[in-house]
């Protein structure tokens, strides 16, 4: 698979997302979705998110990429140039997270922006961008991620607390949503291996799930080069990031096979994000 062609990369900017199908074929995320519902480390660093609606939403969260299976997925080079396509040069790893959604009790994620998260840790511009790459079919009916489309245009906004996740100002989201003509609301269903790229403006949400399937996915987060935070915080700031060829993630699959002993982990207890007020309230 390529890097983003430049109609991606326009309707990025315009719209606020694109999504690229089949970016990964079935053999990786086949690779993918074995070694993460097999991982006993990644379930055991998971932890959950009330959502103010009655449910739970379920995550695990990961600073540094490593060199098992989701750290190949994140360094590999269509993914890299796929991002340095749409932020204008060099990016480096911020962070990913593996969403558990769970059939009938994977909870709903309230209407947020990343940067409304981001800008807190000292990141000046909103020159990040997010992959959301399916590891289960996404659908309505088990709580896609749903977006609103231009809302990017409309800058950081303001964010308050909902249940354990913090959310954009209300207000100004339903304000959004009476403008449909401007301001399309999009249900983003995806199959195994499409992934979306992402604005850190964007507004988007997920709904609960209510069905009888599970709703995986691995989302990787990154910053440009340029745009090192001024001030330390759970995330990293500027570090090299070491790209591999795409072909490595079946050369890595297939000998290290859920092994995320490599994984900077970030734990409920000690970290500000994995507690819920800084970015987990990111897509679900």
Known sequence: MPPLSADHARQYHADGYT???GFFDAEEVDLLKRSAKED???DRRSFGRADGEGGVVRLSLWNHPGDGIYG???RCERMVKGC???LGGEVYHYHSKMILKDAKVGGAWAW???YGYWYQNGVLEPLLTSVFVAVDPCT???GCLQVIENSHHCGRINHVLTGDQAGADRERVDELLKRPDRFPLVYVEMAPGDALFFHPNLLHRSDQNRSDNPRWAMICCYNAARNDPYKDSHHPRY???KVVADGSIKAVGVKRFADSGDVAWL???RDSSARGLAETADPA
């Open 19 to 21: 999504l690229v199908r």
């Open 40 to 42: 006993h480390e990644l």
């Open 72 to 74: 190949m997925f994140a």
């Open 84 to 86: 340095e396509a749409v």
């Open 112 to 114: 947020h922006q990343d």
């Open 140 to 142: 309505r009916e088990n």
């Open 239 to 241: 570090t090299p990031l």
């Open 267 to 269: 734990e409920d207890q």
